[in-house]
């Protein structure tokens, strides 16, 4: 019996130690008391118990504590308070250290901090301009995961911790609006309808749009932003990689030279195999501007017509392939059409300014290696009259320099010899520079 009984008071002891060894970190400075409570009892799972009008006499708490014991930080906290503490068990019994009846109304009954911690609760009915309830609207406190959806008529209840919350409303087809709670317990809420389409409208034959789901051919849209982020100066050789089905072949003839379009592959043997191009409703002359220069030279290409056409005005482009594509354009459109549309006024509010700057730096792309061994003339000699130098012209196929005189197209005689300064072109040439 007297060992039952030594068990127990050492077991109680021990249980009072385990309570007054716990542990509290915290730092703080002119912290209200009821916060300092609250990481408390986090920390140690202690329960705190007071009146609540009692709260409002204590004064703000500076404390500055690491792993320091239960009962030095609550000693530290009611120092100079006009607020004592008892501890039965697990809990924290607050009250005034010179009690009498007239301070305090005894019927205020004790509450536990949990209860000032509450959240506030938000309910309220969500609905559109019409005034129809919107069933499914999702409901998010900002900033955390915590949400709640609208039910059958609309409405909705969700918990949120202070007053300061903002409540995000989405919902698919309407404008996302955002609410701060504020002292309201009661929000409700009308959604705008969003200006955004829910289903993608191309633009087909004769400018007419429809849905792309409803149409029974092939149609790819692609916006005019693609074609000025890696600009090219043909906009037709921008459609690269673009647009599945087109094939795209540059000239080798300079930079403001024509491309070729082809749209599924040839259709013809003999004839044309490039697409109809309709911009804003009109159908344009694609046909490339070429010259020949003399009987047997190459012929010079300069560009065709989708050359002119400046990727900054493109709004959108939409290929239409295949016949029923472009039926309404008659024999022009059998290999495909490619509508561009370009770009307009648009109402809104303010002024819009769009800006776009282009800068470019040109060099010779090849430098030409000239031969200063052999002057002018045919066969290995050089001009012995006028007629000769005039025949032989810029040929320099004379015998090999050797600075004495000859005979020049002028018929006056000069060193048979280069040039003064070699490779003089590099003095011609240089770097150019255009900003637009």
């Known amino acids: 019996m007297k060992l039952t009984f030594i068990l127990l008071v050492v077991l ?20 209200p008391i009821e916060k300092v409570l609250s990481t408390i009892k986090k920390q140690t799972g202690y329960g705190f118990f007071f009146q609540k009008e009692l709260i409002s006499l204590a004064k703000p708490v500076t404390i500055d504590v690491v792993e320091e014991d239960l009962s030095n930080v609550l000693q530290a906290i009611f120092k100079d308070q006009p607020l004592e503490f008892s501890i039965k068990s697990k809990t924290i019994l607050v009250s005034k250290k010179i ?25 309220g009915q969500i609905t559109d301009t019409r005034g129809e309830t919107l069933p499914g609207v999702s409901i998010k406190l900002k900033g955390t995961s915590v949400g709640a959806t609208t039910d059958i008529e609309g409405k909705f209840t969700i918990s949120v911790p202070d007053n ?14 955002e609410v701060t709670v504020g002292s309201r317990t009661t929000i409700n809420v009308k959604l705008e309808t969003a200006n955004t389409a829910l289903t993608e409208v191309v633009v087909t034959a004769l400018g007419i749009s429809r849905e792309k789901k409803a149409l029974a051919y092939s149609v790819t ?3 005019g932003e693609e074609f000025t982020q890696a600009r090219e100066n043909n906009v037709a050789n921008a459609f690269s990689g673009k647009i599945a089905g087109v094939n795209v072949t540059g000239m080798s003839s300079g930079p403001g030279g024509s491309s070729r379009v082809i749209i599924r592959g040839n259709g013809s043997l003999s004839g044309n195999n490039q697409p109809l191009y309709v911009i804003n409703g009109m159908p344009m002359n694609n046909t490339a501007r070429s010259q020949a220069q003399g009987e047997g030279a190459t012929i010079l290409d300069r560009g065709d017509g989708i050359a002119a056409i400046n990727p900054d005005d493109i709004e959108t482009i939409n290929v239409l392939k295949g016949g029923p594509a ?17 770009k307009s006024g648009k109402l809104q509010k303010g002024v819009g300014v769009e800006l776009n700057s282009n800068f470019t730096v040109g060099s010779p792309s090849m430098y030409p290696d000239f031969q200063y061994e052999y002057g002018q003339g045919l066969d290995g000699v050089k001009p012995k009259t006028k007629a000769e130098a005039i025949s032989s012209g810029r040929l320099s196929f004379g015998a090999k320099i050797d600075g004495q005189p000859y005979v020049q197209f002028d018929g006056v005689s000069r060193p048979y010899s280069a040039v003064n300064v070699k490779d003089n072109w590099k003095n011609f040439y240089r770097p150019s520079t255009n900003l637009d």
């Open 164 to 177: 300061n919350s903002v409540l995000v409303f989405t919902y698919i087809g309407y404008q996302t609006q």
């Open 221 to 223: 849209e692609v916006k």
């Open 12 to 31: 109680i002891l021990n249980v009072r130690a385990e309570s007054f060894s716990q542990k509290v970190t915290y730092r703080g400075e002119n912290v």
């Open 326 to 342: 472009a039926a309404l354009y008659g024999s022009q459109a059998s290999n495909g059409v490619i509508l561009i549309t370009t």
């Open 99 to 123: 009690f009498a009846a007239s301070d305090l109304n005894t019927s205020t009954p004790l509450i536990s901090l949990a209860e000032l911690d509450k959240d506030i609760v938000v309910r």
